[in-house]
């Protein structure tokens, strides 16, 4: 692994500024309201309006075929969602207030600070939120009204929230994007992690995660001294900040190296996420009509196909996914002949195998809106609420392709490269589970058959 505090110096007086990560968040809060005001003001038309066609066109793809996989969660760093509350607790944007609240953590903060309740300190909420907004999909990647609503409503949520609980209790426990972000940022190339363990021993004050005068307690509640897994760090740069001794290193790592799936609430969230690219394939790219009349409900007035397809959804990632892996999981552990391993640990363990898979897959999605329906973005700068400027002179450029017959010539090796990663992560995890190598080769050929299985599902949907 390199170090690239390291090899970048500047780097780290970057990320060691108090005016970081402001730096970065206020010119996206002044670009975020000004898209939930094309959203309210500017044409309902969505392939008109910027609001849908940044945000779910541009946005989308850079953020899962870039920023996931070679930045982990730096979107959290500039997103623009929790910035209200959390100055609403600091009172500040950049200053230190003197002061300690309970538990420890320095620095004064406003509002209540109650604890999040322990029986919600996981993922589920954001996996119910997230599979809720999939249901409501053709909605909001096409009316701009849609958008403002449950974006706007995101930032009064995580306002108010902010206001009671501590720190970014929003953004670790309900943002439906966060759930999926620290999902896939297992797989990504950077990771926030410490540099010698016997420094960490050593020093008893924790700033890292308490805070000091010279930073803020981690938003996100992490301790870097025993954190092993980009999941829940929302790289806000604090701890670099807070740790005198210099032990804190941003490290250029190979990719998939965070292999642990803890729980059940993180498996049912990679369930919900390979499913949800299978239902979104079908629905916005696929041939059937049927679906796209399902899904724009309120135009076609099939209520009852939406109702329908609603229950799909729900049905196929919670339940119908889940227990076809479950078979597989059950063939695995029958086929190593090790009794010791518990059909729970396998199960959850080998569950990472839909991670890799899952995020390529998802970049594959990707691939045609940008190349099929990128050139909305040529014209929408020009007039980005639709009301007839032309500002850039690109206005009544037309919707054109881009090189679409290269579209499954990319996502082909894509889709493959995930079959690689996921059986590749799946031998490296066995290692730890199977002290024979030959129970763990047996365990993997089913988990090999499914993975071709669910391969073969997706290249047959993109390419035909």
Known sequence: MIDLFEKI????????????????????????????????????????????????????AILIAVMVPFGSRI?????????IGEWLQRMTLTRVRPGETIRGFKGK????????????????????????????????????????IVLGG??????ILALIYRMRTFCMYLCPVSGFLGLYAMTAKIALRRKDPEVCKSHRGVECYLGSVKGYP??????????????????????????????IALYWRPFCSDKEIKGYDETWKAFIMLGLAFVYSVNLLGPWGIFKDWVNFTESGKWLGFILLSLAIVLLCVAVLPGIYWLFIYWAKKLSGNKEVSLKNLFIKYSYCLVPF???????????????????IISVISDPFGWGWNIFGTANFSWKPFFPNWVPYIQ??????????????TYEIGQNIFSDNKQ?????????????????????????
Do not use: H
């Not at 979107?75 to 910035?83: F, I, R, S």
């Not at 025993?226 to 001794?245: H, I, P, Q, S």
């Open 9 to 60: 110096p500047i780097l780290k007086r970057i990320v060691t500024l108090r005016v970081f990560p402001y730096l970065i968040i206020l010119p996206n809060i002044f670009f975020f309201y000004l898209l939930l005001f094309a959203g309210l003001f500017g044409t309902p038309v969505g392939n008109r309006n910027i609001i849908v066609v940044f945000v779910w066109i541009l946005w989308w």
């Open 75 to 83: 979107w959290c760093t500039m997103c623009p969602l929790p910035a």
């Open 109 to 148: 903060f406003f509002g209540l600070n109650k604890p999040w309740p322990k029986r919600f300190q996981n993922i589920w909420l954001q996996n119910i939120g997230f599979l809720i907004l999939a249901c409501f999909s053709g909605f909001l990647v096409t009316r701009p009204i849609v958008s403002v």
């Open 154 to 159: 995101m930032i009064v949520i995580s306002t």
């Open 218 to 247: 981690c938003s996100w509640f992490q301790n870097v001294c025993t954190m092993t897994r980009n999941n829940y760090c929302g790289l806000c740069f604090e701890c670099v900040k807070n740790c005198d001794a210099g032990n």
């Open 358 to 376: 899952g995020l390529l897959a998802w970049i594959a999605f990707s691939v045609p809106l940008i190349m099929i329906n990128g050139s909305y």
């Open 412 to 425: 082909i090796p894509l889709l493959l490269m995930g079959l690689f990663y996921s059986i590749k992560s």
């Open 440 to 464: 763990l080769v047996r365990s993997l050929i089913p988990i090999t058959i499914f993975l071709g299985a669910v391969t073969l599902v997706f290249l047959r949907l993109y390419v035909g």
